[in-house]
């Protein structure tokens, strides 16, 4: 077996096993270095050509030997016809810099969209880009999380919270990656801001479920957001300032490379001190990647991540430190045209530091630590067949203290180890039908010492040009959690790995899709999905979820009890990626219940019916009007149905009684933000200046009922959500 | 294509008619809620009978004071107090709750029943350290829960039970004796000027307290009651979410009904405070 395999991966890396020329290469910006991810590559009047990858690499094989108009085109740069005579067996290396185009043809931008679609099977998957980012009105300033929320089968859990609910699950089974490193809380304090910088940020990628076999460890979705590598032609740069912060970026050339440096900070703490308020509270990101082309098949990249954020209020004697660190090691290597890797070395640490009343206090303490391991291989056998295998390692540690006058009561310390491997392949079969088998095994070390198979299957088929009908299914585990509390919000999430009293996350997903092509540059996309998730975690309800000294040999199930349920809906997904108007509609009806102990309940987050408006408008003149629109039905939430005396000695109290689980729901949500920006120059640098408003018409959303006890009889009191905010914002680059 | 498009159409309304629910009703039937504790070497004279409410209606009036039921307590019936409907006794004030006892508290009111048990705590006896029975102690405003103490108490050895409750009641709680201090940590740490309360309640697991400024409202004579409570009050407290005052209680300790019913072993000092 060992044989066989070592035999195989000799094979692939000395292309001459499978004979035949090949032209390879990587397709980047002429004007930055950056490589373009999904850029078409074809050889015209042939059959043959294939998209580039998320480095930007691609390769045509088996190309018969003669002369050919080698056509490369991408969104939003002028194509590129290259003439180029191979001869047989022969290895030609290309690398293609594409020119940024302002007033790339609509023809062109779908053409190439197209040849990309009947190639690829992408179903419930969304590519963003900055721009499309950028173009929706937000608080402050654009956020990759707030424009995920507005997709079809992603609801976000208040206006506090970046967390995605996508299709009925927690937000806790969402792989969130940056360059393939894990990020445990990719939120900042109260939710309102995630931690990606845009500045720094390429693309991201969103597969809302049936992900391929290359992703595993969460349950519902997957969010892969890819950074930058930095301008190696030129210095340049971006500042920008709004009410609440400002952020620069810098992209310096150096050697064979280029260094990428972008931070942001708040001024929360300074705006208020000015206005005589105290609350010294703020946060800041950096982000920042180094790579070198050791050789044109070569990169080193070193990137990294850290944020905090931080209130010091000395005052009170309570101080909060908390934040995501990452760092990363990465060799891109060619080891053959068809044979292309991604190895990566990398740790991320999430850390909550929680003090009140010094020495003599509490401290209550979590670290969450990942080390991980993991190469990435793609077999390109021709353009019509990839074979993509890799494996990962990673060794995780969650630590949990809470100290009282500096005595332990709680200390619980995890250290597993996830394994896995996988192999999926991507096969065109023929003009009509892509197949996409893929197998993912897992192991892990707290639970059982199990091996599970977590097969993976997804096809497309071709009805006729621009229309499509698509399936996927897989089988997901999930070996860390965080808790969903259905009486509390939670504001902090705490990680937490299954042990041998509970078993690890299931998850099965069915995906029908219909997707077509309307008009020239819009596209329909139909899905029905179903899906099941076995022992989700949630807090005993017999138990406090604090507050008690627990003792150090703490196992999962004294405080969490599994729920399992399921999920099934409908979205449609109506998108106009260009042009003057460009945007999207999307509705989702879902239904998602969970039960525990026989009881049957709606999951917190069951939206029934979720419609989202997210546009912009070329006004002209260089004005750009943007618009966003959501409405959805309430979320169900536990009532307080009534109250008791409770008489402790001489203090007499109302103490609340609720109703079953989930059984009552909020209020429909709905909120409407708008934006205008203005594009000129000055000083010889392009400006941006913003100016939006959010909740425009001030609606009272509902986040929770507050219970007022001095009221006869108790009132429940709104807590609403953001009420209506107007800012303003200027950016430059240069 | 039209077949089609009508068949996607039909699909889409259907699902649709399906996403249409109805407003769910709940209708919550109040319970009998009781409440008492039994305290070590003292008379049974303050069990509480009441009927829970509905959030939407008024609480505390007079028909929920669950009157004329029959209480028991190890078979001895209570009495009503004739001038406190709701509330029961045992009439001989020479019958005590006893360290180490367990009793059996069995209500019946109409279809109701409900019962609760409790052993009372062995006896409890503190020590002050730093000072002693009616000594004067000089209030230092602090910044939160954990400041600097003005004295400890402390209880070394005692293992009758797993939770403490300490009480700290002004003897004169007129508002002249009041100690105003509306600076920020003292509104986020003892709340709202009107808020605060007589007597204060604080809880403790371990087998000492620190006695600072969050304990006194007031200035003047206060009795600081440390109490060992029983398994039962143990229980209570522990299903409820920390820092939430009237938040739900999700282990009773009642069965057939709601409440708190406990039993407790206490000692108490007497300190004077001046400002």
Sequence with gaps: MKKSLYILILMMCTSTAFAGASISGFVTDSTSGEGLIGANIYLEDNRIGISSNMQGYYVLHPVPAGEYVLKVSYIGYKTVSLDIDISPDEKMFLNISLLPETL????????????????????????????????????????????????????AESDFSTGLVVRGGNTDQNLIMLDGITVYNPAHMGGIFSNFLLDATKDAQFVKGGFPAEFGGRM???????????????????VGISLLSSRLSLEIPVGNGSLLLAGRRTYFDKVLALMNKEFPYYFYDFQGSFYQDLSPYDRLTISGYFGDDVLDWNQLSFNLDWGNRTISGNWQHVFSPQLFSNFMVAASNFKTDIELGGDQGVNSKNDVNDYTVKGDLSYIFSSRNTLKFGFEYKKLRFEYRDIYDNRILFRLLQQPSEVAVYMQDDWQVNNRWIVKPGLRVSYFTEDKNEFYLEPRFAVKYKLRAGEYLTYASGLYRQFIFTVQDEYNPNFINSWFAVDQTVRPGLSVHNIIGYERELWTTTLVQLEFYYKTLENMLTYREQRSSVDEELGTDVKANDFFVPTSGYAYGFELFLHKKYGRLAGWIGYTLNWARQSLDDYSYYASFDRRNNVDLLMSYDIGRNWRFSFRFNYGTGFPYTPIVGSYLESDDRLDKRRVIYGPRNIYR????????????????WLKLEWQFDIQVINAYNRENVFFFDPDYDANPIELNVIPMLPVIPSVGISTRF | MKKRIVFCLFIVVILLINGCENTTEYNYEPQLTVNGELKAGFPIDSISLTWSTRINERYDTPDQLASEADVRINGLTLDEYSDYKGYYYYPDTNYRAQSGQTYRLEVYLGDEHLFSETTVPAAFQMTPLGISEGDTVQYVPGVSWFSDEFFNIVWPGYSGSLIYRILSMAEDDRPENFIEDDRPEAEVFKGEVEDRINPGIWWVADEYVRVNWMFFNWTGWHQIVVSAMDSNYYEYRNGILFGEQGGQNFNQIVEGGLGLFSSSASDTIRIYLVE
């Design chain 1, 666 to 681: 909020y209020p429909a949500y709905h909120r409407m933000d708008f934006g205008f920006s203005k594009f000129f120059k």
């Design chain 1, 104 to 155: 790339a043809g609509e023809e062109v931008i779908v053409s190439a969209e197209a040849v990309t679609r009947d190639r690829e099977v992408s179903l419930s998957q969304v590519e963003l880009t900055v721009q499309t980012i950028r173009q929706a009105p937000q608080l402050a300033e654009a956020d990759l999380f707030r424009t995920l929320q507005a997709l079809p089968g992603v609801v």
């Design chain 1, 220 to 238: 519902s979705s997957v969010l892969n957001v890819i950074s930058k590598s930095g301008n190696n032609k030129k210095f340049s740069g971006s």
